[in-house]
């Protein structure tokens, strides 16, 4: 499942992965560590809704 | 003879051979809309047809009730009662709290009844009165356990107000015990109100207590309010059970809607042990509350014969529903009639605050949204300035006092002013002492109005550091309560490692508002602590961004039309629309986020419901009265880099506009994206972009006006659609520098970027220190299109933005 940031309007792609973050393609959102942010505003996991 | 009431037609006994003798609640303008739409229709037959079918549905006593603000309680009350004198064979009661209006009634009603009610809230002069008519017309009372101090909230106190009564009504009018049935008040065990965790089983105890001590009274309870604020098919189940477990412990006679009653056979086994784990607060040994574990069991129950009146409560129900819902609408008729049975800082205290509660509970579970919680806040607004008047004003200095303050050098208010929403609307009191307000003034302010915790606030970077370095000055002034901090650039770690060790009392991370609210909740119970760090891990958050360390040194500057500046202020402001981040503005800005219950076809039924819609009404109200004024100051230099500086030539002047560098790896900083002057220079474009302040004055305004939900929505639109601008005019930068291409197909092309070069905001992760302003304010002269600094290098109006622009396409946002 995609999230998306609130703050931002960034969207987890778990397809995709976060190479800002060194986060490889196939993470889950839930599988990310903790101290991930998002990579355009910085806001933090709680920040994020589920999208689909 | 047993102790009975009668109509013109029959006698009913008080205490049935199976209890409890049931009283239907109908017949009651604050009970059904039904009832009350026929009395304001004036249609007194269908007024009657209601009694016949609680009569119908096994009623055995009709309460019966008319009072609506307004109207004229009395005339309306005989009218009913001699139209149910005649046609309904059951006995009434006369639910009133008017003398003059109950002896109308008294006189009229060719029967014994019984009359609903008298309590010790003003020291007994009404319940005198009534005493004297119930001797008089030989008519029986129902006694509340109220008395000065307000309602009755442990068996102790119900006893003892039971006792207070008793002395009076006995001792002094001569009533007989049985002429009385005492009502030891029912209470929410649904809300999730902490305080009221045990109060099922405080009534318990109060009807088993006041029957043994007072011997030969009655006993009666208002049932239905003990399940108030769960759904209606599990209040009918836990309404019935609890009905059981009163009769059990001596009841006598409920007021409820018989047809709404369960027989206990009819319950199974399973239904009874969550409905008896919530009534006796029994956790069980489980992780979840047992009212936790109540709502879940019943989750997906539907009361198919939920009929429309189900709705529709008695005014303490409605006015807490109207809070919930954030209901405005009708909510002084609500309030005069509560008035008349209670003071003011009663329904403030035991209503309106727990409602809020409830509100904020519900945010918390991620089940209400926070333009719905302003809507909340708005109710309680409006309430309490209704009840102002009634009040006295000793009431003010009572409770918890938090002082507000956006820090020194900030301009930014929103969250502070949410912040002062919540609390100020749960009942705290709030002195809000504005923006830019220097450690000084906070300290001499909180001294002077000696407030309980102060709460500082602020957006910026640099806020973050203004709070940390401040906080020895509020030691050293020998400051003691507890500070809150709140601003979009902290974290929990930073207050924890950073703050908490500057200052002596505890020092407190707050999220957001609510995390605020729960802060001063904690103060009161004594169980405030400064935040500390997270426990294990405590990994410092991550830091994306472009991980490229090797930069094309060759990246041709491109030839921009013109060098210099220029002022654009004939900008279309329907042309940024297309620029808003709709995602950002509905769930970032507005709070409208997808809650963990809701699944994505409810989000999509919210956005088409409520935010598209208002959107699209913001949107025609901007244009319509021109509160969109946007203008750009931006242009062209010539200029080369030089370690971390930037040189920018501006006619016989260079500028030098010095950035961070990152501390650790990949070591960017925004001057590795231009060449050196070896390297042949390079082009460097500036913007202040503002939308006027035309805007910021409106959303002022709806502040100043309590009109939360709406200021909300107006700031919210008034920061995206500045940050379209932003992003409208850069694209129309790189268009003038030749190197726009393709724009992105939609808005998360323009969030990740999909365009070449970047816009690095000044005061934001790839340059936070706001000075650059200085000379960028002297390059660009933005004071012509109305945007001027504060001393602390902030941009006024707060609606303007402003950025230096790389066009390399390797350059991409990063934070140092």
Redesign the interface.
């Known amino acids: 499942m995609r999230y998306?940031?609130?703050?931002?309007?960034?969207?987890y792609d778990p397809d995709q992965g976060?190479?800002?973050?060194?986060i490889p393609p196939g993470t889950a959102f839930a599988d990310l560590?903790?101290?991930?942010?998002?990579?355009?505003c910085?806001a933090?996991m709680d920040?994020f809704?589920?999208?689909? | 003879m047993k102790p009975s009431v009668a109509s013109l037609y029959q006698a009913v006994e008080i205490a049935q051979d199976i209890p409890p003798l049931l009283i239907g609640e109908r017949s009651n303008t604050n009970g059904s809309k039904k009832f009350r739409d026929c009395l304001l229709a004036e249609d007194f037959d269908g007024c009657l047809r209601i009694g016949l079918d609680q009569e119908a549905k096994g009623a055995q006593i009709l309460d019966l009730c008319s009072a609506y603000a307004g109207r004229d309680e009395t005339a309306d009350l005989t009218r009913l009662v001699k139209l149910y004198a005649e046609s309904v064979k059951i006995p009434i009661m006369i639910d009133s709290t008017t003398p003059d209006c109950i002896e109308a009634c008294l006189k009229l009603y060719p029967g014994r009844c019984i009359i609903n009610s008298i309590n010790l809230e003003d020291g007994g002069k009404t319940l005198d009165k009534v005493c004297r008519l119930a001797k008089k017309y030989g008519a029986a009372v129902v006694a509340l356990t109220i008395n000065v101090k307000g309602m009755a909230m442990t068996a102790d106190e119900k006893v003892d107000t039971a006792r207070q009564i008793y002395e009076q009504a006995v001792g002094k009018h001569g009533l007989r015990p049985q002429d009385i049935l005492f009502d030891p008040l029912t209470f929410t065990i649904g809300a999730g109100d902490q305080s009221l965790l045990d109060a099922a089983i405080q009534t318990l105890d109060g009807i088993k207590r006041i029957k043994q001590e007072l011997p030969g009274v009655f006993t009666v309870l208002g049932l239905s309010n003990i399940s108030f604020g769960l759904p209606p098919a599990s209040r009918k189940i836990l309404n019935s059970v609890f009905l059981h477990e009163a009769v059990e412990q001596g009841l006598d006679a409920a007021i409820i809607d018989p047809g709404k009653i369960l027989p206990l056979a009819q319950i199974s086994e399973e239904d009874r042990t969550f409905c008896f784990d919530l009534i006796y607060n029994r956790d069980q040994g489980l992780e979840k509350s047992p009212l936790m574990r109540f709502i879940d069991h019943f989750a997906a129950r539907v009361d198919v014969a939920e009929d429309d009146e189900a709705e529709v409560k008695r005014p303490e129900e409605a006015l807490h529903v109207k809070i919930v819902r954030g209901d405005k609408d009708g909510i002084e008729d609500v309030l005069a009639v509560l008035l008349d049975r209670y003071p003011p800082l009663e329904i403030v205290n035991q209503i309106l605050v727990p409602a809020m509660r409830h509100v904020g509970e519900l945010f918390g579970k991620g089940e209400l949204l926070l333009p719905f919680v302003l809507q909340s806040a708005e109710a309680m607004k409006k309430s309490v300035a209704w009840l102002e008047p009634h009040m006295q004003k000793v009431d003010q200095e009572e409770g918890t006092k938090i002082l507000l303050a956006t820090v020194q050098g900030d301009v930014h208010d929103i969250g502070k002013n949410l912040v002062d929403i919540l609390l100020s609307n749960n009942g705290y009191k709030v002195f809000n002492i504005g923006i830019k307000v220097p450690a000084e003034t906070i300290i001499a302010k909180a001294r002077e109005l000696k407030v309980d915790v102060i709460g500082l606030s602020g957006l910026l970077v640099k806020s973050a550091i203004v709070m940390q370095e401040s906080l020895p000055q509020y030691r050293e002034a020998g400051l003691t309560m507890p500070i809150l901090l709140g601003g979009a650039a902290l974290?929990s770690e930073f207050v924890a490692t950073s703050c908490v060790p500057n200052y002596d009392a505890p020092v407190v991370y707050c999220s957001d508002a609510f995390a605020g609210l729960k802060a001063l909740k904690d103060f009161e119970a004594g169980q405030l602590t400064a935040t500390v760090a997270a426990p294990k891990?405590g990994?410092?958050?991550?830091k994306?961004?472009?991980?490229d360390v090797n930069i094309d040194r060759n990246h041709p500057a491109p030839e921009p039309p013109f060098y210099g500046l220029r002022h654009v202020t004939d900008i279309d402001p329907a042309k940024l629309f297309p620029y808003v981040?709709?995602?950002?503005l509905f769930?970032?800005r507005w709070g409208y986020?997808?809650t963990a219950s809701s699944s994505?076809e409810d989000y999509a039924e919210l956005m088409q419901t409520t935010v598209s819609p208002l959107y699209d009404a913001l949107k025609e109200r901007a244009l319509a009265e021109g509160l969109l004024q946007p203008k750009a100051a931006y242009g062209y230099f010539r200029c080369y880099s030089e370690g971390d500086t930037v040189f920018v030539e501006t006619g016989d002047e260079v500028m030098a506009f010095e950035f961070p560098r990152q501390s650790s790896p990949p070591h960017l900083c925004i001057t590795d994206y231009y060449r050196t002057r070896e390297e042949g220079g390079d082009v460097a474009a500036f913007f202040v972009v503002t939308i006027g302040e035309q805007i910021a004055v409106e959303t002022k305004k709806l502040f100043e006006a309590d009109a939360y939900h709406d200021y909300l929505m107006l700031h919210g639109f008034s920061v995206e659609v500045t940050d379209a601008l932003a992003e409208y005019w850069h694209e129309e930068m790189r268009r003038e520098l030749g190197i726009a291409r393709e724009k992105p197909s939609d808005?998360?092309g323009y969030?990740?970027q999909g365009y070449q070069g970047s816009r690095y905001g000044f005061g934001y992760?790839a340059c936070p220190d706001l000075d650059a302003h200085k000379m960028l304010f002297k390059l660009l002269e933005p004071e012509a299109i109305g945007v001027t600094l504060t001393e602390t290098m902030e941009m006024v109006p707060e609606v303007s933005t402003s950025a230096i622009i790389a066009h390399h396409p390797q350059a991409k946002?990063f934070?140092v």
Do not use: F, H, S
């Open positions: 998306i940031c609130a703050n931002c309007g960034y969207t976060d190479p800002m973050n060194d560590p903790d101290n991930w942010v998002c990579p355009l910085y933090g920040t809704d589920p999208l689909d | 974290t891990g990994q410092p958050r991550m994306p961004g472009v991980k981040n709709e995602q950002a769930r970032g986020r997808r994505a808005m998360t969030v990740t992760p946002y934070a």
